[in-house]
């Protein structure tokens, strides 16, 4: 039987479409969970657990049950809380008591497991499920796209916590003057706004599971806060004096460098080790050739279901386009791109051709995940600060030869680097090179005026040149822009062309008061 044969294509039933808009209850996995049940009743048998006769009843069923769900005759449910109960109902109603006998040796780590089997490798969702029954923190690294929030879900999922709270925090998308707010509330009065006391994520999800999705952004101030909660499970609310107690297990997940953050002095060594007691590193797709086109299947399933149309299919040579893209956006990536196909395309057989005119040149990617080389590339306005920096240079020694000419006031012999000062000046009109050969410059007659001691000697005022560093450059136009602005943050992160929450890291990364 295969996983994705044409009799599991049909369109659901209402009721499943109902149950399967929980990511624990989809009814595409009935297909594979009927092969695993297939499997395990070979095993029960070859181990002398059910009778041969047993083992033919339940494999005729099952198949039943398969043909059942393929055509949308079979009716889940409200009781069914999976996949996997709706089958064993199935195999109970057709069997009776000998329909029960499917669930021996099999743990609810293999049945949550097979939820998530579409998304993740086998050993990576093992690795979960051993972590899930402990209190260790998870770190999931891996490009953005890759499905870091499936390894979180599997842990709760899995772990004794699996009835209380699950929160997922984007720490990228809240500000950072609220974000100590948004994890450990706050005391009525504690800033401005504050008119009562508020729980934060922590204090809700007391006893559960908080997955703190780009943790990498939080910034300092708050990742001191987290670490004083791995370590001692305490906090303290935003304006509070008393500490507040909690049981929360953490989940993190980035796709930065986090050795190069903490070298940068963007993240706590302390914290990192912290967090990453169980480090989960998730392979790109370009790396899981045998899942691309499973999973470019069931998101095809997903839509069809999704707008009620017939599903898209690949032609050989559309599944060989398929397999030889680099995918840079991964999973996601993956899915928009059926998703696309599924709305725009009438026809629902894709070929090569078509199939490559939705995928972008290797020109037009974005990089996916933030690594050593995009960060290492010359950013637009790192040129710009350049070509300012040479513009300034050039101005210094134009200066300083100015000033020689004053204080000879006579002829002077043009060094090589005057020379090359003075090509480079007029070449931008046309005549390079030749004013500088054998520049003679005028001799100065001091000018006669009541106004102007003829005897006071001339004072030469030695220029220096400024430091070329670009972190200097970018503090100073940082205090320029809040000076111009009168501190006002909003506007002077408007005037530099940044985020508002950028200015304010950009702030403490100088140390620069208001």
Known sequence: MSLWGGRFNS?????MRALSRSVHFDWRLAPYEIEV???HL???QDQGLISKEDS????????ELASEIGSGKFIYSDSDEDVHSAIERGLIEKCGEKGGAIRAGRSRNDLVITDFKLYLVDHLLEIAAQVAHTDLSVLVTGESGTGKEIIPQVIHQLSARKHKEYIAVNCGAIPEGTIDSELFGHEKGSFTGAAGSRQGYFEVANGGTIFLDEVAELPMQTQVRLLRVLETGEFLRVGASKSIKTNVRV???TNENMQRAISKGKFREDLFYRLSAIPIQLPALRERDEDIHLLFRKFASDFADRYRMPAIRLTEDAVKVLMEY???GNIRQLKNTVEQISIIETERSIDGNLLRAYLPTL?????AIINETSQESISERELMYKFLFDMKKDLTDLKKLVVELLSQSGNIQLSPDQHAVMDKLYQDYGTASTPSKGLIAPRIEPVENDFIDNEEPFVLHEEFEESLSLEEREKELIVKALEKHRGKRKYAA???GISERTLYRKIKEYNLAE
């Not at 369109?11 to 009721?15: A, D, F, G, K, T």
């Not at 033919?56 to 198949?63: C, D, F, I, R, T």
Request: aromatic residues 4%; charged residues 15%; hydrophobic residues 40%.
């Open 37 to 39: 049940n297939l499997v």
């Open 251 to 253: 989940v993190a997940a």
């Open 363 to 367: 020109q037009e990617q974005s990089p």
């Open 494 to 496: 408007q005037e530099l």
């Open 11 to 15: 369109s659901p039933s209402e009721s």
């Open 326 to 328: 680099s995918w840079p």
């Open 42 to 44: 070979a095993n029960l």
């Open 56 to 63: 033919s009843l339940l494999k005729k069923a099952l198949v």
